[in-house]
T-cell receptor
Framework: EPEVTQTPSHQVTQMGQEVILRCVPI?????FYWYRQILGQKVEFLVS????????KSEIFDDQFSVERPDGSNFTLKIRSTKLEDSAMYFC???????????FGQGTRLTVV | AQSVTQLGSHVSVSEGALVLLRCNYS??????LFWYVQYPNQGLQLLLK??????LVKGINGFEAEFKKSETSFHLTKPSAHMSDAAEYFC????????????FGTGTRLLVSP
């Protein structure tokens, strides 16, 4: 069964450093998403991406965040200068259409120290 | 704005007992509702969904949920818990902006004891 894969599963980084979280969506999917879950809190929408551009972003997704689909298979989330409060589980998801079932990756746990 | 409330961060049941995980939603438009499950070290997996039509929806692993508009609820049930059901369960509502943007609840961890 096709699946969304995320790497790494766990990343520890120092405050102020840049991190890139990687995702390989399901190959024929066209819509891509990032969500995050701070420990003990809700899973929150960050951004959706379609046709090589951001279609929607939340207020969390400020200038420190960016997304890219550099090579037609990977979908990345970059945080330019990490803060302690960026520590969270980050989930990538993809859908075939805008209204079809979302498939999620297993998540990347980001710890900022 | 759409939102979801899950009552109980932890629910403990014995193996063979009824599982009931509560979810209430708030939506100004007819909602699309989902339950996802997360097993340890795995991603979010869709259990079941309600879009339109029959209000009782059946999902994988013997779970089902009933959409009750009058109660704004979408509780998840399973008649008989199995040890393998121990996981985190998330209720979510879809915001109809044209894309599959989901609003999640805080999650309920289901503990199953022998």
């Amino acid at each position: 069964e096709p699946e969304v894969t995320q790497t790494p599963s766990h990343q520890v980084t120092q405050m102020g450093q840049e991190v890139i979280l990687r995702c390989v969506p399901i190959s024929n999917h066209l819509y891509f998403y990032w969500y995050r879950q701070i420990l003990g809190q809700k899973v929150e929408f960050l951004v959706s991406f379609y046709n090589n551009e951001i279609s929607e972003k939340s207020e969390i997704f400020d200038d420190q965040f960016s997304v890219e689909r550099p090579d037609g298979s990977n979908f990345t989330l970059k945080i330019r200068s990490t803060k302690l409060e960026d520590s969270a589980m980050y989930f990538c998801a993809s859908t075939l259409g805008g209204n079809t079932e979302a498939f999620f990756g297993q998540g990347t746990r980001l710890t900022v120290v | 704005a759409q939102s979801v409330t899950q009552l109980g961060s932890h629910v403990s049941v014995s193996e063979g007992a009824l599982v009931l995980l509560r979810c209430n939603y708030s939506s100004s438009v007819p909602p699309y509702l989902f339950w996802y499950v997360q097993y340890p070290n795995q991603g979010l997996q869709l259990l079941l969904k309600y879009t339109t039509g029959a209000t009782l929806v059946k999902g994988i692993n013997g779970f089902e949920a009933e959409f009750k508009k009058s109660e704004t609820s979408f509780h998840l049930t399973k008649p008989s818990a199995h040890m393998s059901d121990a996981a985190e369960y998330f209720c979510a509502v879809r915001i109809n902006t044209g894309f599959q943007k989901l609003v999640f609840g805080t999650g309920t961890r289901l503990l199953v004891s022998p």
